[in-house]
């Protein structure tokens, strides 16, 4: 946060579930003559929740609309990582770079520029915003020490400032279990289908009587779709439904099981095994 308040211009944060990302964006964006910041979040389904989030905390934020311009002096603007860079943004922020109202630009989960651009296009485009005369801001809990020079070259920076913590994920357990295959289509989702359903029988994902939430990633979305037929529970993909509906499924959902390709692959998502 000190970096951040005294205008270094590149500043990495790596930082774990609840540790406070958040803070490093919401806390300037309250201080007086604030200017605009920037947040650009990789998937629009979680805007809203960020919005509400930012609205408890009585900061100021407004989601980008090439069709509605915020206003000026809005103190945060949130906007999706394909719109970030689509020209009428872009026009928008050259706009604000050049009035000077333009403070910093925050890329959350901002790992992903380098881990999705093999099959997200817009990811290759991000390190165009470098050309802006602002203060950059990453944020992340998913950027191995080895990744460092990678995240560097995709964006375009020069000797920033690393602020971590501790990565290591002491409560996480792995376990390898195998399932027969079968040449009969959709056999094999139904044994995954039938192995998590008894996982959840045993307790596995409740604690202290409280559920947890359960993420399944398969690669594709007929899988998707089998699963979530047999377990009762919802899919998140590129096209599972309308952006509300999708959000919906994210911050709402009443399952407690969620199938998903890697569309949602990558993200912060708290409280979900």
Partial sequence: ?????????????????????SLLYQLPARLPGAGTTVLIVP???????TIRKCRQLGVECTVWSADRLPGTGCPLVLVSLDQAVGGPFLTYLNQLDSAGDLVRIVI???????????????MREVKQLR????????????LPPRMEDVFEKALLLQRPLYV???TMRT??????????SSSNAGSFELSVAAHIQATLQQGWFTQEGD??????YVRMRSQANILAEELGCSTYYSDSGTEEEKA???????????VATSALAGIDYPHST
């Fill in 1 to 21: 946060m000190q970096a951040i308040i005294d205008n270094r211009l590149q500043v990495v944060a790596v930082l774990g579930t609840g540790e406070g990302k």
């Fill in 131 to 142: 050309m802006l005369h602002c203060q950059f801001v990453l944020l992340t809990a998913t």
């Fill in 211 to 216: 559920r947890k939430r359960v993420l399944v």
């Fill in 43 to 49: 998937l629009v389904a979680l805007k809203q929740d």
């Fill in 164 to 166: 971590r913590s501790l």
């Fill in 248 to 258: 919906a499924v994210l911050i709402e959902g009443e399952s407690q099981v969620l």
């Fill in 171 to 180: 409560e996480l357990e792995y376990h390898a279990v195998k399932l027969p």
């Fill in 108 to 122: 959350d989960e901002s790992h992903l520029v380098c881990t999705t651009e093999s099959y997200r296009r817009r």
